[in-house]
């Protein structure tokens, strides 16, 4: 089975644009979840998406934006960006909305310039 | 807010020694705990996770224990191997209604030597 699997995997930006990163969960999970891991830190949670309704967000402005699509993957907007928007965007999937295994793809690299 | 911190940010090991990493969380509400394993330009990757309603866990040479009174986890991982090399992550949910939410602290740097 083919596990999370996350598009682009390297991306360039310069700032003012936009982007759309997008996600593939694992079949058969309904939640996904997006966190942003700038270099050095841990993860952070941005939102997580079940049953194609947004179910949490995390302390981001309101220029990152999400949604799920009815085959439960998923795309992260986010607009004008800021050099600081530069990390590896993350999504992880799962099964429920609730406390269950996580499980990460390998990132989008973003670097806004 | 959350807080998650580890005790030693870079452990250094020898190859078959026993490798123990802690994880210290602030939020009492927490009741799910994930260890994740991250290597270099790769996502996390799921190591063992834990309930509140458990003190200890064990998989195929990984032990996890928690203490919810001190609020205290440690991973521990037997004969451990240089392909154990990565930054190793403890991420308590949110607990409450934040269904999913993982906080993560800095990570711990495990290297280990051949």
Redesign the interface.
């Known amino acids: 089975d083919a596990g999370v699997t996350q598009s682009p995997t390297h991306l360039i930006k310069t700032r003012g644009q936009h982007v759309t990163l997008r996600c593939s969960p694992i079949s058969g999970h309904k939640s996904v979840s997006w966190y942003q891991q700038v270099l050095g830190q841990g993860p952070q949670f941005i939102f997580q998406y079940y049953e194609k309704e947004e179910r949490g967000r995390g302390n981001f402005p309101d220029r990152f934006s999400a949604r799920q699509f009815p085959n439960y993957s998923s795309e992260l907007n986010v607009n004008a960006l800021l050099l600081g928007d530069s990390a590896l965007y993350l999504c992880a999937s799962s099964w429920d909305r609730g406390d269950t295994e996580a499980f990460f793809g390998q990132g989008t690299r973003l670097t806004v310039v | 807010g959350e807080s ?1 911190g580890l005790h030693l940010p870079t452990l250094s090991v020898q190859e078959g020694d026993n490798s123990i990493i802690n994880c210290a969380y602030s939020n009492s509400a927490s ?2 705990f ?1 260890w ?1 394993k991250q290597e270099s330009g ?5 190591i063992i ?1 834990i ?1 509140s309603n458990m003190d200890k866990r064990q998989g195929q040479r990984v032990t996890v224990l928690l203490n919810k009174t001190v609020k205290h986890l440690s991973l521990q991982i037997a004969a451990t191997q240089p392909g154990d090399s990565a930054v190793y ?1 403890c ?1 308590p ?2 607990g409450g209604t ?10 711990t740097i495990l290297t280990v030597h051949p």
Do not use: E, H, M
């Not at chain 2, 934040?98 to 990570?107: A, H, I, R």
């Open positions: 998650v009741d799910y994930i994740y790769k996502g996390p990757q799921f996770d309930r992550f991420a949910n949110a934040s269904y999913g939410k993982l906080t993560f602290g800095q990570g």
